[in-house]
């Protein structure tokens, strides 16, 4: 009868969690908070070559136990995967405060609350004659610095259809009728992430909660934001002619 070793099942069920948990990432599109869209594809590899271990790894089950105390080394990927569970349901949270604190501590690395009247523009309102003839142009994980274009070089924009998909912000310095849309610019991995966004003027924002993932259609105008002395500035912001939450 074969000897059944339970360090190296351990090892298997481990191998087993760890292919799961990348296979449930990239499934349900969690895998974008750790990484940039452009590396999920070497992912792929991993999964497949997690697989092929984890195969080999059955015969391991029935051999003689060894003298190495395979739970210590174990145990940094166990704890691991607790915590990237853990964070997968802080996300959000993590979105929002990113952003929030972009917005209020005047950080210069990409959107605060200073910046979004940094580039303060003058516009009268005047309905473009040919916005409405040019293409959407959307802004998605693809493009999504063109945010911070519209914020330093408003006039480009103005009376512009976008197509924005992003996450809701609000803050207690916005009209009731704002919102921030945020996105997440990531290269690589979470460590190297910034937050950009762009104030958003919509009549049914209290319909909207924190951190909802929406895609939003409109044209580029003006609004208005007050600083911390109370002294009212003009933005570009996007008018929202169509909200739809993504899931």
Not at 42 to 65: H, L, R
Not at 200 to 224: F, R
């Amino acid at each position: 009868m074969k000897r059944f070793n339970f360090d190296e099942f351990l090892w298997f069920i481990v191998l087993i969690l760890l292919d799961l948990s990348i296979i449930y990432l990239i499934s349900t599109g969690s895998i974008g908070f750790y990484i940039g869209s452009n590396m999920v594809k070497y992912f792929y590899i991993t999964i497949i070559m997690i697989s092929i271990i984890t195969v080999f790894q059955i015969k391991n089950i029935f051999t003689p136990k060894g003298s190495m105390n395979i739970k210590i080394k174990l145990f940094p990927i166990i704890l691991a995967l607790i915590i990237g569970f853990i964070s997968i349901n802080k996300q959000q949270t993590f979105k929002h405060s990113e952003l929030n604190l972009e917005i209020l501590e005047n950080k210069t690395s990409v959107i605060d609350r200073k910046s979004l009247y940094e580039h303060e523009f003058e516009y009268n309102f005047k309905k473009s004659n040919t916005g409405n003839n040019e293409e959407t142009i959307r802004i998605d994980e693809h493009n999504p610095t063109m945010l911070d274009d519209i914020r330093i070089n408003p006039e480009k924009y103005i009376g512009k259809k976008l197509e924005i998909h992003g996450f809701v912000c609000k803050e207690n310095y916005l009209n009731k009728n704002q919102i921030i849309i945020g996105r997440i610019i990531m290269t690589c991995c979470a460590a190297d992430s910034k937050i950009v966004g762009i104030v958003g003027d919509y009549d049914k924002s209290y319909q909207l909660k924190e951190n909802d993932k929406i895609k939003v259609i409109g044209e580029v105008g003006s609004s208005a934001i007050r600083d911390e002395s109370d002294v009212e500035h003009k933005i570009p912001s996007i008018k929202i002619e169509k909200l739809e939450i993504e899931n």
